[in-house]
Nanobody
Framework: QVELVESGGGLVQAGGSLRLSCAASGRTFATNAIGWFRQAPGKEREFVAAVNWSGGTTFYAYFVEGRFTISRDNAKNTVYLQMNSLKPEDTAVYYC?????????????????WGQGTQVTVSS
């Protein structure tokens, strides 16, 4: 089983950038797909992006396509979410999660429980 801890959130103006990190512990990290999700106040948690075990395949929700980039460094047991051209509607708590593959993450299926997440606030 893999345990994940999110970090890197903060307050940024619209149009700005942030890079989130998802640090993993556990022997299976390098074989897991990792996804980023977010939950805004009063809304359901939604899928944002995912990367497969090798980093060679990625998938994005339509509302972040072209603005966000997911990547991973298996040597550092870390997955990143580079967020550019941020909008106020990107304001949310961001979470990462692991699964066998990207298809599962897109269906909001993942291993274990949600972590604490990291708050991203975009001001207009």
């Amino acid at each position: 089983q893999v345990e994940l801890v999110e970090s890197g959130g903060g307050l940024v103006q619209a149009g700005g950038s942030l890079r989130l990190s998802c640090a993993a512990s556990g022997r299976t990290f390098a074989t897991n797909a990792i996804g980023w999700f977010r939950q805004a106040p009063g809304k359901e948690r939604e899928f944002v992006a995912a990367v497969n075990w090798s980093g060679g395949t990625t998938f994005y929700a339509y509302f972040v396509e072209g603005r966000f980039t997911i990547s991973r460094d298996n040597a550092k047991n870390t997955v990143y979410l580079q967020m550019n051209s941020l909008k106020p509607e990107d304001t949310a708590v961001y979470y990462c999660a692991a699964a066998n593959g990207i298809a599962e993450l897109r269906l909001n299926k993942h291993f274990g429980s949600w972590g604490q997440g990291t708050q991203v606030t975009v001001s207009s």
